[in-house]
T-cell receptor
Framework: DAKTTQPTSMDCAEGRAANLPCNHS???????VYWYRQIHSQGPQYIIH???NNETNEMASLIITEDRKSSTLILPHATLRDTAVYYC???????????????FGQGTILTVHP | GAVVSQHPSWVICKSGTSVKIECRSL??????MFWYRQFPKQSLMLMAT?????????EQGVEKDKFLINHASLTLSTLTVTSAHPEDSSFYIC??????????FGPGTRLTVL
């Protein structure tokens, strides 16, 4: 799976949008971009994933650049409960030999402050 | 989303004893389950992948005789840490996926070996 690079930490004011970047310059054509987050002492929580089109769900939006070498996770109105470690993971498509395995990097520690 | 539970949520044991951790998919059939380990201030590290009815596949450096994994049914996988030592103290997290589903994580089990 392709390697990802994320900033170590970011701050965001409550109520503002949090924009978390991720670089995945070696991504291949059949690899998806997944985002998970982990609140302290809990298991990771799925947020969103995409292949090449922008995606939106009730939690967040995912913007993938046209060349697919980077993406941005957007939390439109961050709350204190969004404080967590956010992981950007590139994962092979279903059917790949290593499908299912998630390789976690160090992630971005997002701190939402009042 | 699908629910994955783990039991116990925390356990303290003496050095040399064995500890069993259960991972259950509550509302879907998990054909594949994954076991991760997370040390303080570090990211999740995949230990092994298990498919229902098959032997687990261990990641490089993980001792299969020490970390016994059983995935005998589509809703239950167990991880047994045999002859636990203080260096095995960690946060153990399972995840599960089924046909056509994403990967859902349990809440984790905190193991402390005295």
């Amino acid at each position: 799976d392709a390697k990802t690079t994320q900033p170590t930490s970011m701050d965001c004011a409550e109520g503002r949008a949090a924009n978390l970047p991720c670089n995945h310059s070696t991504i291949s054509g059949n690899e998806y971009v997944y985002w998970y987050r982990q609140i302290h002492s809990q298991g990771p929580q799925y947020i969103i994933h995409g292949l090449k089109n922008n995606e939106t769900n009730e939690m967040a939006s995912l913007i993938i650049t046209e060349d697919r070498k980077s993406s941005t996770l957007i939390l439109p109105h961050a709350t204190l409960r969004d404080t967590a470690v956010y992981y950007c993971i590139v994962r092979v498509a279903p059917g790949g030999t290593s499908y299912g395995k998630l390789t976690f990097g160090q992630g971005t520690i997002l701190t939402v402050h009042p | 989303g699908a629910v994955v539970s783990q039991h116990p949520s925390w356990v303290i044991c003496k050095s040399g004893t064995s500890v069993k951790i259960e991972c259950r998919s509550l509302d879907f059939q998990a054909t594949t389950m994954f076991w991760y380990r997370q040390f303080p201030k570090q990211s999740l590290m995949l230990m092994a992948t298990s498919n229902e009815g098959s032997k687990a596949t261990y990641e490089q450096g993980v001792e299969k005789d020490k970390f016994l994994i059983n995935h005998a049914s589509l809703t239950l996988s167990t991880l047994t840490v045999t002859s636990a030592h203080p260096e095995d103290s960690s946060f153990y997290i399972c995840s599960a996926s089924g046909p056509g589903t994403g990967q859902f994580f349990g809440p984790g089990t905190r193991l402390t070996v005295l």
